[in-house]
Each structure stands twice: as structure tokens, then as C-alpha cells.
T-cell receptor, first 116, second 110 residues
Framework: GAVVSQHPSRVICKSGTSVKIECRSL??????MFWYRQFPKQSLMLMAT?????????EQGVEKDKFLINHASLTLSTLTVTSAHPEDSSFYIC????????????FGSGTRLTVV | SQQGEEDPQALSIQEGENATMNCSYK?????LQWYRQNSGRGLVHLIL?????REKHSGRLRVTLDTSKKSSSLLITASRAADTASYFC??????????FGAGTTVTVRA
């Protein structure tokens, strides 16, 4: 079945540094990928829609200069958290539509970001 | 994008019992999907029901959709310890975005 690989699974960084998270579709091409953020014991909040070859579209309230998204190929989207602060600590998850009809979207395994 | 509401927030049942959780949403949808999330992990797709469908089955899962009431339910029959997880409904709108419900945490006791 469709697989989305997300790396790293965990990352700890210092305040003020930037962190890049990768999301790859392994066996299908994804013109669109989605990035979510999840706080502990809460639901997933859509942050942005990543579009191959064009600019990402961000949800209301999400700072595009803080969360840089690049979708340079049909199999790779990256989310860079710039100048990270402790409040950016969260679980970030990507997903893509493999176009498999009734099988919904395929999610990566998530990245736990801790900013110290 | 809309967020859905789910109830109950948490559910604790004995192995072998059924678990039912409900989801309500506000605006029109293309389809509604249910996902499972084990602690600290990604989401696993369980079942998708289209807006013109009323009921769907997959193994021990049964999902219903009432578009007039903007609600859906997920039933897990004959629960197992491995079913312990958080369950989320997700509404897909015509712009391909998914909006998630608040989630139901299910604990299955052995």
C-alpha cells in the first residue's frame, strides 16, 4: 500500500535554531501534501497545504515565515521551523493523497519536536 | 476549515465489548473518514464513507453517516486490547482538505 515516510521521528533543538522535517511519498507521486500540528491529547490542526512546484497555502493564523514549506518534487515536501522557540514544541505530521479511492489519506509517522 | 466534535472524549470498555463513538460536523463534506492513532504515532486510515452513503462495514468496523444531521458514528465490535488508541473522524471538503474531530480515546481492558 501507499507509504509516506517522515523524518526525523524525534528532534531536540535549541531556541533560535531551525529544524527541517522531511515527508516523502515512497511508492506514489503526491502533487499535494498536508502538514498538521498536534498538541498533546488534542486533535490535528491543519497548518498548510504543500503544492508541488508552487507556493504552499497556509491556514489562517499560521505564520508562513515561521513554517517554511518546500515541495520541490512529486515525492518530497519539507517543513522548516525557523528560529524555533519552546512554544513551537509539538508533534508535526504530514499526509498525502495516494489517490487510492476508498483508502483515505496516507500519513507519515510524525515528528516530535522539542525546543529547549 | 471546520473542526468536528466527537463524543465521548474517552471510553473504557472490557475486551469483547463493543465501542461506539460519534462525530458531528458543521459544513458540507465530500466524504468522512475515520482514523486511529496509537500514542505518539502517525494516523492509520480505518474507513471512508462518501457523502451519498449511509452505512459501511469493514471487518469489525461499522460506520454510519447522516448528512441531514451532519453526524457519523463508528462502531468497533468485539473489541480487543490492540484496539486501545485514539480515534478521530476527519471531514474531507471539496478542496481536498481534511478537518479532524477532537478525538475519542478508547481503552480496552483485558
Amino acid at each position: 500500500g501507499a507509504v509516506v515516510s517522515q523524518h526525523p521521528s524525534r528532534v531536540i533543538c535549541k531556541s533560535g535554531t531551525s529544524v527541517k522535517i522531511e515527508c516523502r511519498s515512497l511508492d506514489f507521486q503526491a502533487t499535494t501534501m498536508f502538514w498538521y500540528r498536534q498538541f498533546p491529547k488534542q486533535s490535528l490542526m491543519l497548518m498548510a497545504t504543500s503544492n508541488e512546484g508552487s507556493k504552499a497555502t497556509y491556514e489562517q493564523g499560521v505564520e508562513k515565515d515561521k513554517f517554511l514549506i518546500n515541495h520541490a518534487s512529486l515525492t518530497l515536501s519539507t517543513l522548516t521551523v525557523t528560529s524555533a522557540h519552546p512554544e513551537d514544541s509539538s508533534f508535526y505530521i504530514c499526509s498525502a493523497d495516494a489517490g487510492t479511492g476508498d483508502y483515505g489519506y496516507t500519513f507519515g509517522s510524525g515528528t516530535r519536536l522539542t525546543v529547549v | 476549515s471546520q473542526q468536528g466534535e466527537e463524543d465521548p472524549q474517552a471510553l473504557s470498555i472490557q475486551e469483547g465489548e463493543n465501542a461506539t463513538m460519534n462525530c458531528s460536523y458543521k459544513t458540507s463534506i465530500n466524504n468522512l473518514q475515520w482514523y486511529r492513532q496509537n500514542s505518539g504515532r502517525g494516523l492509520v486510515h480505518l474507513i471512508l464513507i462518501r457523502s451519498n452513503e449511509r452505512e459501511k462495514h469493514s471487518g469489525r468496523l461499522r460506520v454510519t453517516l447522516d448528512t441531514s444531521k451532519k453526524s457519523s458514528s463508528l462502531l468497533i465490535t468485539a473489541s480487543r486490547a490492540a484496539d486501545t488508541a485514539s480515534y478521530f473522524c476527519a471531514m474531507r471538503s471539496n478542496d481536498y482538505k481534511l478537518s479532524f474531530g477532537a478525538g475519542t480515546t478508547v481503552t480496552v481492558r483485558a
